[in-house]
């Protein structure tokens, strides 16, 4: 009888674990081989089992639709406000209410009605070649002085398909308004060097070889260069080149996020707010910086030695990043009529 109880009770543990929701199901189109320690020092920590699905974001959100209501994703992880602000518009998202992620989290890096957060921050800046533009040439120029016909042939930028030009675009529109931005953006495609072509980091690899004098792309990539793990070309590369942080109009640079939000049918939201408080706890912010070269949110919190030796007294563009989101169609729709390729 006695054995038959304990049976029972162990059982009973076993179904209250579950119901209580000993996992957290986290679906990431985030890149990065160095969120699976993010992960295992949450299990390590409470024990909450960490299952990750990770994918192309039009994939994962395919994949969130088809499971409707049975969805197991509690966290959907991303990059880019206009990425974010997409999965809230389908109305995936719910509210996330935790008084620790509102303090900590400043409300110009929230989606609307708190859906979702940013965990990580990077700048949208200039890469130069300080062998052929000085600091004090460059030092006053902001974004909207790129569609001056002072750089004609100068600037290398990647398509307009991609999201980080897509909100970049969103913010000049947000401060200047449409039709200014329209007229930026006819001056800035008649000053391109190249048709845009390639990825963030082959941008920055044009300046360096000199085919052309001003690259637009992330922070963090000039972090994930000189760390080597690129390659040698791409460190050598990388060693070639300065950013200048624009600071412009009361501005400042453009800012966008690595962020999360948690699914409105996530059968674990507990625990996937205890996972993005867990994201925003000092020790793993500093691991975030550390491996991905982004900016922390935590103030207190140093970037990686690589991106603070750019300088961390930059000013940040304050702009909401919900702006690149309600903002991200008529910037394609501007890219386009400009002729961005
Ligand atoms: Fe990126």
Known sequence: MKKIKITL??????????????????YTSRHYDSDDELYALFTEKTGIQVNVIS??????????????????????????????????????????SSNKINS?????????????????????????NPKKISKDEIKNLSYEDLSNPKWKGRIV???????????????????????????????LISNFARKPQGNDRSQIMAVANEEADLAIANSYYIGLMLSGTKGSEQLEAAKKVSIHFP????????????????????????????????????????????????????????????????????KEDRTSVTDYGELNPEAIKLMDRVGWK
């Open 9 to 26: 009770i162990v059982f009973l543990l076993l179904i209250g674990c579950s119901q209580n929701g000993s996992e957290v199901n986290i």
């Open 55 to 96: 994918g192309k974001g039009a994939a994962l959100i395919e994949r969130i639709k088809a499971e409707g209501e049975n969805s197991p994703a509690d966290i959907y992880f991303t990059v880019d406000a206009g990425n974010l602000w997409k999965v809230q518009s389908e109305g995936f998202f719910q509210s996330i």
């Open 247 to 314: 600071n412009q109009n009361n501005r400042g640079a453009h800012i966008n996020i690595s962020g999360a939000g948690i699914l409105k049918s996530s059968p674990n939201s507990k625990n996937a707010i205890k996972f993005l408080e867990f994201l925003l706890s000092e020790e793993m912010q500093k691991n975030i910086v550390n491996n991905s070269y982004e900016y922390p949110i935590l103030e207190n919190i140093d970037p990686h030695p690589l991106i603070k030796n750019f300088g961390t007294d930059f």
């Open 157 to 187: 930028i990647r398509s307009s398909n991609n999201m980080y030009n897509q909100s970049l675009v969103a913010s000049l529109i947000s401060n200047n308004g449409i039709e200014n931005t329209e007229i930026w953006g006819k001056g």
């Open 104 to 128: 900590i989290v400043p409300e110009n890096l929230r989606g609307p009605n708190n859906e979702w957060i940013a965990i990580a921050k990077r700048a949208r800046v200039i890469f130069y």
